[in-house]
């Protein structure tokens, strides 16, 4: 028997250390197409940005593997998985047995067709190779631009900023970070983004790359060119699961599993954001590419691999993001429209706050600005908490465990007052 982890991050460590609280013994093998040990992939905007140096965005320490008697095969690609004969095969023409296998290949960026996209000095930002790509040619870059506003967007064109760089960013939506504010919260962090002096244009996209061999120019839907050094494609990340559907895993937008992070098929699991795993709010499956929760489901997924039986409660989606100085904070359903929903907000001194309300739980919020409160509410979607006796009082600043009923109060802090 032996344990293979396709996939070298999060969720992989989630795995890795719950397998080693079982099993000491059975062998990990641990492959990955990146070259590096294990990294906090959110700092690459750090790290773009010139705030922090590759030796401080280990995840874990560099005797992580050694200490866990894992073996590594980095800067391996997995190119197929052979089921009946339980075995992988490399892009190096490698055979990989496996007893238990891990499908743990995170996301890819989503890039629509757009004509001259084989141009050079058009990157994607999503790994450590793509931010020391566009690390080596800022000294020449005077204008780049952003395709896409979300999480992934902003966060290379404030690192960008902060070397210098002018930027552009385009966006479809009518607003920044749409998939999960609305217009109001949009608004106070595109308005924080200008007055900083990122260009925003939004309602429209880039149809073609221009240039000559390397892109030096985007022409918009609206036909209008914008001069550039560089683009950047950050309109979205996909689960990266095309190969596996070739062996016969069931993937519908992401490997489909089951709360023990099972798939369709016996001994092998996925976790992270490859998978579309349970929903802890709405029930059913549904992709959800944060940290947190690939880190949770690789740990459940190592936990059933070594025979312990545990479940996963279902992903809570939380982002929590500083973009130039402002700090925003969205969780669970924060931005969808239904019947059975009912939205609260208030906005004061530029700080805005949002509970959304399923009969008498929270299901959703956003907090822009001042978000001291944001862990609170959160907490209470997490553990669906009754709040009709506090309804009234969630928006308020000083919201907090004294507008919890008792019983709640005395569980939370453990005394009553
Ligand atoms: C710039 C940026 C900022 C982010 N900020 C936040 C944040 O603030 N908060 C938050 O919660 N999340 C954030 N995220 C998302 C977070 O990084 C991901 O949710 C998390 O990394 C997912 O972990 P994972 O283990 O599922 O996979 P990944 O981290 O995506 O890693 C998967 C690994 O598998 C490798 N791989 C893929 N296919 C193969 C193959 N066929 N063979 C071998 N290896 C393969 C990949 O190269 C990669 O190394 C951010 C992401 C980015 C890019």
Redesign the pocket.
Known sequence: MSYVI???????VGAIEAIRQIDKEVPITV????PYSVYS??L??EYLAGQVTEDMMGYRNPDFYEKNRVITKLG????AIDPPKKSLKLSDGEEVAYGKLLI?????PFIPPMKGLDKGKIFT???MDDAKKIDALVPELRHVVVIGAG??GL??AESLHHRGVKVTVVELANRVMATVLDIEAGRIVQDALEKAGINIITENTVDEMLGDGEANAVKLKDGQTIDCDAVIVAIG?IP?AA?AKESGIAVNRGIVTDNHMRTNLPGIYA????TEGPDYLNGGNRVM??????YIQ?KIAGFNMAGVGREFAGGLA????ELFGVPVVTAGLSNIDSDDLEVLTRIKDGNYRKVVLRGSTIVGTVFVGAIDRAGLITGLIRDQIDVSSMRDRLLEDDFGYIDFPVELRKKRLGVVR
């Open positions: 396709i996939g070298n991050s999060v969720a992989a492959i990955s197409d990146e992939r959110p690459i905007s391996k690609k997995v190119i743990a290949t995170g996301g890819m930002f999503i790994k999480l992934i966060k290379a990340v990266n190969f976790a992270g954001d490859v590419p944060i940290w947190p929760n690939a690789g939380v982002n929590s993001i």
